[in-house]
């Protein structure tokens, strides 16, 4: 079955710029969506349709997409911006949803 | 106010069926996909399937772990999605969480838990 690859873990200091990457081998056709979950909440949106940014999301926030690749930008990290980072697909041959592993961020 | 408000998780024995509740408000719930997400405990967020809207058919998807034992439908006459468990699975075990999205329009419920244990 289709799936998106994302690494464990990332950890920057504040101010630094962090990357998290997700891989999928449809992401050349499907759009890459990105949800933050902080502990004991729901998932948020912070960018979806590879790079658009939802009102509300602060302008740090930022995303791309080349290839097979998905990257989710944070420019500037905040301890505030500590959470777990999901990436969100779709496989290109059915039509399913999947999600990545996630992504812990620790920025300390 | 534009909420998802789900209900019905609890303690369910193995083998049993249970029934989840999405009940929209703020929004036009017939216009929209609705989501099925779940989260075991200490791990990642995982896709359960869809409806479509009416307009595309109602049509369901489902992952390969719940596919014939789960079924998505909607009564877009009361602004409620259900998620029927059947044949329940200790690994079944999960916060359930309601979604929409589309583009930036994007809403996640509270999450129910279900609990499936001897």
């Known amino acids: 079955s289709y799936g998106l690859t994302q690494p464990p873990s990332v950890s920057v200091s504040p101010g630094q710029t962090a990357r998290i990457t997700c891989s999928g081998d449809a992401l050349p056709k499907k759009y890459a969506y990105w949800y933050q979950q902080k502990s004991g909440q729901a998932p948020v949106l912070v960018i979806y349709?590879?790079?658009k940014r939802p009102s509300g999301i602060p302008e740090r926030f930022s995303g791309s997409s080349s290839g097979t690749m998905a990257t989710l930008t944070l420019n500037g990290a905040q301890v505030e911006d500590e959470a777990d980072y999901y990436c969100f697909s779709t496989d290109s041959s059915v039509n399913h949803s999947v999600f990545g592993g996630g992504t812990k961020l620790t920025v300390l | 106010e534009v909420q998802l408000v789900e209900s019905g998780g609890d303690l369910v024995q193995p083998g049993r069926s249970q029934r989840l509740s999405c009940t929209a408000s703020g929004f036009t719930f017939g216009d929209y996909s609705m989501n099925w997400v779940r989260q075991a405990p200490g791990k990642g967020l995982e896709w359960v399937g869809f409806i479509t809207s009416k307009v595309y058919g109602g049509t369901t998807e489902y992952a390969a772990s719940v596919k014939g034992r789960f079924t998505i439908s909607r009564d877009d006459s009361k602004s409620i999605a259900y998620l029927q468990m059947n044949s329940l699975k200790t690994e079944d075990t999960a916060v359930y969480y309601c979604?929409?999205?589309?583009?930036?329009?994007?809403?996640w419920g509270q999450g129910t838990m279900v609990t499936v244990s001897s």
């Open positions: 349709e590879d790079n």
């Open positions: 979604h929409v999205g589309s583009g930036t329009f994007d809403i």
